[in-house]
């Protein structure tokens, strides 16, 4: 089994940054993709950020420019840094790993931005 482990999140104002880790623990063998996702309240949970493990990445339309996502192979760790916070970005953001048969999600940590 695999475990997804999010930190990072908390009341950030607006224009602020945050950075979100995720470490993966448990029997991995492979891993494909691993990336960030989102919900806010009322609303599905939509695509942030994924990254292979060459390193290609991929966003979201109203992320791009202001998040990074990478990650630490070695570690199996994924990070997203989240620059110029909006009170639109406010969700709770779900880390996701895929290997070539399995989807893993983490709990989720909230991401609030207010003034």
């Known amino acids: 089994q695999v475990q997804l482990v999010e930190s990072g999140g908390g009341l950030v104002q607006p224009g602020g940054s945050l950075r979100l880790s995720c470490a993966a623990s448990?029997?991995?063998?492979?891993?494909?993709?691993m990336g960030w996702y989102r919900q806010s309240p009322g609303k599905q949970r939509d695509l942030v950020a994924t990254?292979?493990?060459?390193?290609?990445?991929n966003y979201a339309d109203s992320v791009k420019g202001r998040f990074a996502i990478s990650r630490d192979n070695a570690k199996n760790t994924v990070y997203l840094q989240m620059n110029s916070l909006q009170p639109e970005d406010t969700a709770v953001y779900y880390c996701?790993?895929?290997?070539?048969?399995?989807?893993?999600w983490g709990q989720g940590t909230q991401v609030t931005v207010s003034s």
């Open positions: 990254i292979t493990t060459a390193g290609n990445t």
């Open positions: 448990g029997n991995i063998f492979s891993i494909n993709l």
């Open positions: 996701n790993l895929a290997t070539t048969s399995s989807r893993y």
